[in-house]
């Protein structure tokens, strides 16, 4: 008889856990980094920064500078330095004078320039200042010209040159010249021509042109005695100002027509005879003329 054994069945082993303490203290730890992290990455999401280049621009002003007492400082000095009599008494006054614009080395440097034996007297007719540039905080170089009436021998005559000056300006405000008067060259007269202006092909109507012409004849025929009501039919929001003078007028001289939009621009010469002076006298206008139910006047 065969006996049937039951086959022992292995038990499966049981997997050690380990159990870790929620209180150790990397535990804490990892959730303090965690925690942190999180926080972080969202405090970057609301307070991202958009980096961009700054171009940063500095703007320099520039310093208005009154130089009108340096201009009248040279211009009386320029009236006692070119003064002069042929006597000594007149010589020592004037050295005198010019104590209170020179500095002590330019008087000694000025002591003989003019002596008792210089055959000229001189007379100031005019000083004209031309250009005053400032070179720091303190000098200024000054160009000025002197018109002078000489005398010798009884006979007279003008005599014109420019000359060039350097002054000092201190703290509070006192001028003393530092540099004799030396010659030099005033500014001559430009070549440049403004490029003539030409009527526009879009004028061309012969009666746009004529109500026009006819327009302003009538208008600069009353012009120079008209008063601000007058002048308020042909003149839009005080474009010309009354000037009441007694001007006759005389005729249009070249006058330029070129149409802008609804607008008409006119470079005109008038020419008028001044009553007062019996001379003839020619003004140039540049205005803009607009059409409503009549010719006005606009800028």
């Not at 007058?230 to 003078?245: I, M, Q, T």
């Not at 006759?248 to 470079?267: D, T």
Request: proline share 3%.
């Amino acid at each position: 008889m065969k006996i049937r054994r039951k086959a022992k069945l292995s038990q499966p082993q049981k997997i050690q856990v380990m159990k870790v303490g929620p209180h150790r203290k990397w535990v804490i730890f990892l959730w303090i980094l965690l925690i942190s992290s999180v926080a972080f990455g969202i405090y970057k999401n609301f307070t991202g920064i958009n980096r961009h280049t700054v171009h940063e621009t500095r703007v320099i002003k520039e310093q208005v500078v009154d130089t009108n007492a340096i201009e009248n400082f040279v211009k009386n000095f320029a009236q006692v330095y070119y003064s002069w009599e042929n006597n000594q008494k007149a010589i020592d006054e004037r050295a005198e004078a010019l104590q209170g614009y020179l500095t002590k080395a330019l008087q000694d440097l000025n002591d003989d320039t003019i002596r008792p034996d210089i055959p000229t007297s001189s007379s100031v007719r005019s000083v004209d200042i031309w250009k005053v540039r400032r070179i720091d905080d303190h000098e200024y170089t000054v160009i000025f010209s002197v018109n002078q009436w000489i005398t010798e021998s009884k006979k007279r005559k003008t005599v014109e040159a420019s000359y060039e000056v350097t002054v000092y300006v201190d703290q509070a405000g006192n001028l003393v010249i530092i540099q004799n008067p030396t010659i030099c060259g005033l500014p001559a007269k430009s070549a440049y021509e403004p490029k003539a202006a030409d009527s526009d092909s879009n004028v061309d109507e012969e009666a746009t042109t004529g109500e026009v012409t006819a327009f302003l004849k009538t208008f600069f025929k009353l012009y120079p005695t008209a008063n601000e009501s007058e002048l308020a039919y042909y003149v839009k929001e005080n474009a010309l100002k009354p000037v009441g003078k007694k001007y006759v007028f005389s005729e249009l001289i070249n006058p330029v027509y070129q149409k802008k939009g609804k607008q008409i621009q006119v470079s005109v010469s008038v020419k008028y005879l001044d009553q007062q002076t019996k001379a003839i006298q020619v003004s140039q206008f540049n205005l803009t003329l607009e059409k409503n139910r009549n010719w006005m006047i606009v800028k």
